[in-house]
């Protein structure tokens, strides 16, 4: 502890001597540069005790190194602070009759030449003046010193007039061009966001629209699938009606009889009038020709793949199959249909019933099934 203050003591006398060093020989000298010189003091402090325990020549020498580098350093620092403060607007000259000292007799020698050359002058002049001419008037040279000041004075007052006039007009298109551009980022934003609404509105009003037509199309169809199903019910009750009635007849006559009487106008009792015929007397002669009828009403209404059906279903009735005649009737019939059935899905007229097929796809029927056969 007594060596750390006892060196910064001397450090601190050090530095005061080469300040008051610097200002007696007419040197200036940045404050910073002696804040500087203080940190490489300490810096070449810390490295020599660091670099040898030894006093020995070497050590020595690197210790004068290390100050001779230290001492460049803050004279290249110091001389950039004052050529910085030149280009400031602070010439040198008036920073060293601020800073610096200058000593008696060098004021003086400046002061006694530039009397001396003064008054050479002054006789050199009274000399060689012609005996005719004289001095000027005092009068007249300080009015036209004073008619000159003035009018500078007035060119400068005009000078400054018009760069502040440029200046204010500068800053009021400034002002102009900020206000500008503050209204049309406000006019920009005050359109994205009436584009945004309308956007949201849309939006709405469409989701409204798809959700009004979705509950109508669901309202539709529950409407339709409620009526399909009462028409359902009402049809299934109708048949079983139908059926009931049928079963209540106790003859094939009376059978036949119902069904004739049904064909045009319910066409839907002659079938299942048909139907339970074929069942109820399968072994009678009289069944194919019950088959066939059966066949034409599915015609009629444009059932073709019941007829195909029912006349599939016919081939193993045993009075069918045991004839072998009537057999290959059944099966001509069954191709027959088949390629009417075709011929109508080629043409898309699948619901065509058979008496209303035009004259020119019968006749294709026809070509076609007579290649076939």
């Excluded at 690197?62 to 004279?75: K, S």
């Excluded at 005649?325 to 249909?337: A, G, V």
Aim: hydrophobic share 45%; charged share 25%; proline share 3%.
């Amino acid at each position: 502890m007594t060596f750390i203050l006892v060196t910064g003591s001397i450090m601190a006398v050090s530095i005061f001597l080469i300040y008051h060093l610097c200002r007696f020989i007419g040197i200036e000298m940045k404050w910073l540069s002696l804040v500087l010189c203080a940190v490489m003091a300490f810096l070449v402090n810390a490295v020599a005790i660091s670099m040898s325990p030894f006093l020995d020549r070497s050590h020595y020498l690197r210790l004068g190194v290390l100050v001779i580098a230290a001492a460049a350093i803050v004279t290249l620092f110091n001389e950039h602070l004052l050529r910085r403060s030149q280009k400031d607007g602070q010439p040198a000259d008036e920073a060293s009759d601020s800073q610096a000292v200058t000593l008696p007799w060098k004021a003086e020698q400046p002061a006694m030449a530039a009397a001396s050359a003064g008054a050479a002058a002054s006789t050199a002049a009274v000399d060689n003046a012609p005996d005719g001419e004289q001095e000027p008037e005092p009068n007249t040279t300080k009015a036209a010193s004073d008619t000159a000041a003035e009018e500078e004075a007035a060119r400068t007052a005009a000078l400054k007039k018009q760069q502040a006039l440029a200046a204010a007009a500068r800053a009021e298109e400034e002002l102009a061009a900020k206000a500008e551009q503050a209204a049309k980022a406000k006019a920009e934003a005050i359109a994205r966001a009436q584009a945004l609404q309308a956007e949201k509105d849309e939006a709405r009003r469409k989701a409204a629209e798809e959700l009004k037509a979705r509950q109508a199309a669901e309202a539709e169809a529950k409407a339709a699938q409620q009526q399909a199903e009462q028409a359902a019910a009402k049809a299934e009750a109708k048949q079983q009606q139908t059926r009931e009635e049928i079963a209540a007849l106790d003859s094939l006559d009376r059978i036949l009889d119902y069904a004739y009487d049904h064909a045009g106008s319910d066409p839907a009792a002659a079938i299942c009038a048909y139907q339970q015929a074929i069942d109820r007397y399968s072994e009678d002669s009289y069944t194919p020709f019950l088959v066939i009828e059966l066949g034409n009403l599915y015609k009629e209404q444009a059932a073709y793949d019941k007829a195909i059906e029912s006349y599939q279903q016919a081939l193993s009735l045993p009075i069918i199959a045991t004839n072998d005649d009537m057999k290959q009737e059944f099966i001509k019939n069954t191709r027959y249909l088949t390629i009417v059935q075709d011929i109508l899905s080629k043409h898309h007229a699948l619901s065509t019933p058979f008496p209303d097929i035009p004259a020119g796809v019968m006749q294709e029927i026809e070509t076609k099934f007579q290649q076939s056969s």
